[in-house]
């Protein structure tokens, strides 16, 4: 692998993701609110890595065919369904210590990640034409490199990962991993995808996935244009060995470091949530029961009636009763019919602010 890297320029960039990664694992968190922010992160990560090749669906509809399985040929519904499957595969690979990522993993990736969606796509098998890397609105970044070309590179790829990639922090590994797969982009479709899940597996497998709290691929996905300026930054027009990685790596690092800010400040967040919960039920003005559903329907943004016996342990009129407590107390608004309800997050929810965080410096 042929690449430049300034690293001045990342310096503070990993001092900082160094200080994240201390403050997540020393995060004094409820461990329901963990759980439900990282069902949270998992949903945005499949959200966001699809929509960024242009899949139609929102969040709350990707959570509804992840959760539903409904059986579609739908292209959208399946390429969530694919995406699940190759980044459950990615997390339960990267936990294994001596797990060795080389171009074999890719292929399975990809193979997971086009699963069931169209075979003429050729899962996991190398392109023999010609690309051109696009976003969603089908404006062209950057030419690949040439068919002809790939297998020898990808060859190359894999041994930098297994070798070459000790050498970069675990974060910079990740970043530059990430742009040599869209560089050389293999395959015929799903090169983002698997780029993204790739990166998501370095970082996992190194211990830098911030307790499964972080969704990078939504960052990257709210930060659309500058992701794709920062790829064309690196590469130019079009491939060529030699690329300055410098623009991208440390547009990547700095993406982490913002999405990771942000859940920080939503999890502060949450203590401003419960004080809010607790003076009106203090007053009288709320059920007590109805705090911590609040607090899961606010990290969420919805909450479905199952979700709220789960929660609470209340079932038949006393949830019902306690859901519509919630939509008279502005908390909640209701939507969909009575076999399909679901409750997103109503004014006063929404009008409790995340809490901006300053990350601890070593």
């Known amino acids: 692998m042929d690449y430049r890297l300034s690293k001045r320029a990342t310096e503070s960039s990993i001092r900082a993701i160094d200080d994240l990664r201390w403050l997540f694992a020393n995060l004094g968190m409820d461990p329901r609110y963990r759980e439900w922010f990282q069902h949270r992160a998992w949903v945005r990560t499949i959200h966001g890595t699809t929509r960024i090749e242009g899949n139609s669906l929102n969040d709350l509809e990707v959570e509804e065919v992840l959760e539903r399985l409904p059986i579609t040929r739908q292209k959208d519904a399946l390429e969530v369904l694919a995406t699940r499957t190759a980044l459950a595969f990615v997390d339960e690979l990267a936990a294994d210590p001596k797990l ?154 700095g993406a982490i470091v913002g999405a990771a800010e942000h859940v920080l400040s939503r999890v502060k967040g949450v203590t401003e949530l419960l004080r809010v919960l607790r003076d009106e039920a203090a007053r009288g003005e709320l059920s007590p029961q109805l705090t911590d559903a609040l607090v899961f329907a606010w990290i969420n943004g919805s909450i479905r009636p199952g979700d709220y016996r789960s929660i609470t342990g209340r079932t038949g009129p006393s949830a019902t009763r306690d859901l519509s407590e919630a939509v008279r107390a502005d908390y909640l608004t209701a939507t969909g019919e009575t076999s399909s309800r679901r409750y997103l997050a109503g004014p006063k929810l929404r009008a409790v602010q995340t809490v901006p965080v300053t990350p601890r410096v070593s």
């Open 100 to 253: 060795v990522i080389d171009e074999r993993v890719i292929r399975e990736i990809h193979k997971r990640v086009l699963d069931d969606i169209d075979p003429i796509l050729r899962p996991g098998e190398y392109r023999t034409g010609e690309n051109r890397v696009g976003d969603a609105e089908g404006n062209i970044i950057f030419a690949t490199a040439l068919s002809g070309d790939v297998p020898d590179l990808m060859h190359r790829f894999g041994g930098w990962l297994r070798e070459g990639a000790r050498d970069e922090h675990p974060v910079v590994a990740a970043a530059l991993g990430h742009l040599e797969l869209v560089a050389i982009h293999p395959f015929y479709d799903g090169n983002g995808r698997t780029a993204r899940a790739l990166s998501r597996m370095l970082l996992v497998h190194h211990g830098f996935a911030l307790d499964g709290l972080v969704s990078v691929d939504a960052y990257l996905d709210l930060q659309r244009r500058d992701y794709f300026a920062a790829i064309r930054a690196s590469l130019g027009t079009a491939y060529r060995r030699g690329y300055d990685a410098t623009p991208f790596v440390t547009y990547l690092i």
